[in-house]
């Protein structure tokens, strides 16, 4: 059966996720739905990472076996046209090898978490960041970054439903710049954490009030326990931009 690579992105907002599950929409569900009538059988879709339910992405990387060789493009118009008008996309679609997989080939994610730093609420962008009309010190918060780079245990900023078999995981970036009232912070790693990035932006959002120093950030990951660290920021400002495979 060829296998197929895809490029997606998605407006996570309606979705539970992209794992398909019992109930509720999954943008994994929608791809399937949409690889079955294209092939005329069950197909399972496999992405580099499982986003959360309100999680965006624009570099979604995901693969799927088909029944029949078709040509890359026609899968891609297919797959777009059978998942209208479900905010999900395939940006592009490229047969690969066997040996290809989304998630065990993936050697690096990258992940962009928006803050909106003003006083007026948001009105275009409700779903797509995270509103925080406090002033934020980004320069306190990019310091108080730099104390997470690296390979640590990162327990403090691991969701308790976190299934990895271990909390060891190096953060490779973490680049906090704000770009008029936008805050922007871009984490890439080998993988991550349940629910790392938003912890990690949740207790940085603490150092931009001046609640916390930029050495408390060190403190609560020497601590490895979720309870000495800050709360997760909301899903809607995350979006999974990229990933990277060996070439």
Not at 53 to 60: D, E, I, K, L, M
Not at 161 to 180: F, H, I, N, Y
């Amino acid at each position: 059966m060829p296998r197929y690579r895809l490029l997606v992105e998605y407006d996570g907002s309606p979705f539970i996720g992209w794992q398909r599950q019992d109930k509720g929409l999954s943008v994994q569900g929608v791809l399937e739905t949409a690889a079955e009538k294209l092939c005329g059988g069950p197909c399972t879709v496999f992405a580099a990472g499982r986003t959360d339910t309100g999680v965006h992405a624009t570099g979604q990387v995901a693969h799927v076996d088909l029944a029949r060789d078709y040509p890359a493009d026609t899968v891609r118009d297919a797959l777009n046209y059978h998942m209208k008008p479900r905010p999900v996309a395939v940006i592009a679609a490229e047969k690969v090898g066997d040996d290809f997989h989304a998630r065990f080939s993936a050697i690096g994610r990258a992940y962009l978490y928006r803050i909106v730093n003003r006083r007026a609420p948001l009105a275009l962008d409700q779903r797509r960041a995270w509103w925080v009309p406090v002033a934020l010190d980004a320069d306190s918060m990019a310091e108080g970054a730099r104390r997470l780079l690296g390979h640590h245990d990162f327990t403090t900023f691991r969701a308790s439903e976190c299934q990895a078999k271990s909390p060891m995981k190096t953060l490779d970036v973490l680049d906090v710049t704000r770009l008029g009232e936008e805050i922007r912070i871009v984490a890439e790693a080998r993988s991550f954490l349940h629910h790392q990035v938003r912890n990690m932006v949740g207790t940085l959002k603490l150092v931009g009030q001046g609640k916390w120093s930029p050495d408390d950030m060190a403190k609560a990951l020497e601590a490895r326990d979720r309870t000495k660290g800050g709360p997760t920021a909301p899903s809607a400002g995350l979006c999974l931009t990229g990933v990277k495979y060996p070439l």
